[in-house]
């Protein structure tokens, strides 16, 4: 889970008034600078502006937005509790490095609230003021996200510099470096280029607190995960079982004659026909098992290996892919393609999909318990959640 800051790029508008302090006139911007006018008219506006250095107004006005926020410095995690009271009900933990929103300060407590949890930490493990700027860069993950319908991607921090490729409005890069009016950023797949910074909003991200009741719900899933390899374990020594047992009434048949060949397939038909509900469930919880693998391995766009790297689409067509079940390569045309089925009749090894601006654009692998795992993002990986961690938009079935 994660915390989302909005910060406005200082480095980029302080390096604009250095970069215009030592040039008369200016070429034609790669962006526009409607944002600095912004920030420079309230500089001027400003009354007590004449003793006020341009830099120091920037600073104070921008760093604004982390004078609220907390970062947890500790061990391992400090617990969030609903009094501020040691011996009041811990309602949620804040791991170390994970970020909250400060209330209000009550004594040497602060209320805050962060993810689902609103509570109260000891003052002594959070670490606030002046030292969260520093803090905030080291453990947060600045995300920017493309504000205009096409934006190049150049090379290096110049416009001269040669155009890598297109990036349509809304996606997302991980910044990496923030360069006068240029950032380096980092795309899914992995490769890395310049982009204008007036072009993109800019967000930070920290880790967040867990309710008790999250936490309740993780070990539930890690206890699933657990009863999902036994069974799908089990379901393998069957399998070999009942191949051994194959071959050797089949060795046995070459022996006897037409007639009890034919008797022996129709009593073969029969006890298979009895037995595909089972033969179904056990396929949905060999997907399920299999998929749970690759836990925490890595996402790559464009990818499809589930232990080098693999995107959404690329996960759930290789994991079906090892059973046999051939899907489409994109998540709008698996949701097109197989069985639609409701939320409440879904099952195991179903697939879900989500939207954003009313397009398909994100798959994931149900796994029960309410439960799902996918390829989620560069920064998570393959990960387990919630299957309504963002609303559902279709559930599809390739399975009986």
Not at 150 to 161: D, F, H, Q, Y
């Amino acid at each position: 889970m994660t915390r989302t800051t909005r910060k406005i790029a200082l480095g980029c508008m302080v390096g604009t008034l250095a970069f215009a302090g030592q040039m008369n006139t200016a070429k034609a911007a790669e962006r526009p600078v409607a944002g600095i006018d912004v920030v420079l008219s309230a500089f001027y506006e400003n009354e007590d502006s004449t003793n006020l250095n341009v830099r120091d107004f920037l600073k104070t006005d921008l760093l604004s937005e982390f004078t609220d926020l907390g970062i947890a410095q500790v061990s391992n995690y400090v617990n969030v509790r609903e009094k501020a009271s040691e011996g009041s009900k811990i309602v949620g933990k804040l791991y170390n490095n994970a970020a909250a929103t400060i209330l209000e300060e009550k004594g040497d407590w602060y209320q805050v609230t962060s993810g689902t949890v609103t509570g109260y930490i000891k003052a002594d493990y959070l670490t606030t003021g002046d030292k969260v700027e520093e803090l905030a860069d080291q453990v947060g993950t600045k995300i920017a996200t493309v504000n205009t319908t096409t934006l190049k991607v150049r090379e290096k921090a110049s416009l001269e510099s040669r155009v890598l490729t297109l990036v349509p409005v809304g996606e997302e890069m991980t910044v990496n470096k923030e360069k006068k009016e240029w950032l380096k950023v980092t795309f899914t797949d992995g490769s890395t280029g310049y982009v204008a910074a007036d072009y993109v909003d800019i967000r930070t991200e920290f880790d967040e607190a867990i309710s008790i009741e999250e936490e309740k719900a993780q070990q539930a899933a890690e206890k699933a995960r657990k009863a999902a390899e036994e069974a799908a374990r089990k379901a393998k020594e069957q399998e070999r079982n009942r191949i051994h047992s194959y071959s050797t009434s089949n060795s046995s048949s070459d022996k006897t004659s037409s007639s009890s060949s034919s008797a022996s397939g129709s009593s073969s038909n029969s006890s298979s026909n009895r037995s595909s509900s089972g033969q179904s469930s056990s396929l949905r919880s060999n997907i399920v098992s299999y998929a749970l693998r690759f836990e925490g391995n890595p996402y790559v766009w464009g990818g499809t290996s589930l232990t080098g790297g693999t995107d959404c689409s690329g996960f759930t067509q290789s994991v079906y892919e090892q059973f046999g079940i051939y899907i489409p390569r994109d998540s709008r045309s698996q949701a097109g393609s197989g069985r639609q089925v409701s939320l409440s009749s879904m099952k195991p090894g179903d697939l879900i999909f989500y939207s954003r601006n009313g397009r398909i654009n994100h798959v994931v692998l149900y796994i029960g318990n309410g439960k799902v795992i996918g390829a989620s993002s560069r920064r998570e990986g393959i990960t387990i959640k919630n299957y309504n961690y963002r609303t559902p938009v279709k559930v599809v079935s390739y399975l009986q």
